[in-house]
């Protein structure tokens, strides 16, 4: 089964250039989510989708796009990126929204991230 | 969103059992009580979830204090893949996210 799947698993960007984190599901999940971790800071949630064409945003949604048209592809989009989105990000997906419920969520392998 | 406070980290002997703490003072009534943990250069992975009574499955069991402000993740037998950090979160009435606080980093010494 392939789950949540992530790519690419490693990149080096230059500050300022543009690309695109690709998030998989094949579960036929609505709900995805993005987070980034970075050491001592847990997992902070970037953007969020409810189901296909709903997005919003979560704890640290600046300098990041996201769109979702289709139910299993949820990618994030760095515009313009900066030293401080250097980070290893993971995409994560469930049934249903998390809220009062006992949905539990399926992460992906993640992508290490290096902006220089 | 109800905030949970876990230790940095924690020791364990191999195939002793380990007792990870959970404070969550604020939870509502609604809220489930989550249990991840995310071994080292992997994606988070679900552990065991519960509301009020206590819950098993086969990687750990969950007791939930009976004023829900605190809960404990019980793994039976440390065992060397246990070894990882885990993480306590509270799923809430109307929110759309989990919060991932740090985490307990649990080391399982040989």
């Known amino acids: 089964n392939a789950g949540v799947t992530q790519t690419p698993k490693f990149q080096v960007l230059k500050t300022g250039q543009s690309m695109t984190l690709q998030c998989a599901q094949d579960?036929?999940?609505?709900?995805m989510s993005w987070y980034r971790q970075d050491p001592g800071m847990g997992l902070r949630l970037i953007h969020y989708?409810?189901?296909?064409?709903?997005?919003d945003q979560g704890e640290v949604p600046n300098g990041y796009n996201v769109s979702r048209s289709t139910t299993e592809d949820f990618p994030l989009r760095l515009l313009s990126a900066a030293p401080s989105q250097t980070s290893v990000y993971f995409c994560?997906?469930?049934?249903?929204?998390?809220?009062?419920?006992?949905?539990?969520?399926?992460f992906g392998s993640g992508t290490q991230l290096s902006v220089l | 969103d109800a905030k949970t406070t876990q230790p940095n980290s924690m020791e364990s002997n191999e195939e002793e059992p380990v007792h990870l703490p959970c404070n969550h003072s604020?939870?509502?009534?609604?809220?489930?009580i989550h249990w991840y943990r995310q071994l080292p250069s992997q994606g988070p992975e679900y552990v065991i979830h519960?509301?009020?009574s206590n819950v098993n499955n086969r990687m750990a069991s969950l007791a939930i204090a009976e004023d829900r402000k605190s809960s404990t993740l019980i793994l039976h037998r440390a065992t060397l893949r246990d070894a990882a950090v885990y993480y306590c979160?509270?799923?809430?009435?109307?929110?759309?996210?989990?919060?991932f606080g740090k985490g307990t980093k649990l080391s399982v010494i040989p």
């Open positions: 994560a997906s469930s049934t249903r929204a998390p809220g009062a419920t006992n949905e539990k969520l399926f």
């Open positions: 989708s409810v189901g296909a064409g709903i997005t």
């Open positions: 519960g509301l009020t």
């Open positions: 604020t939870i509502s009534g609604t809220d489930y």
């Open positions: 579960m036929n999940h609505e709900y």
């Open positions: 979160t509270l799923s809430g009435a109307g929110s759309y996210q989990l919060t």
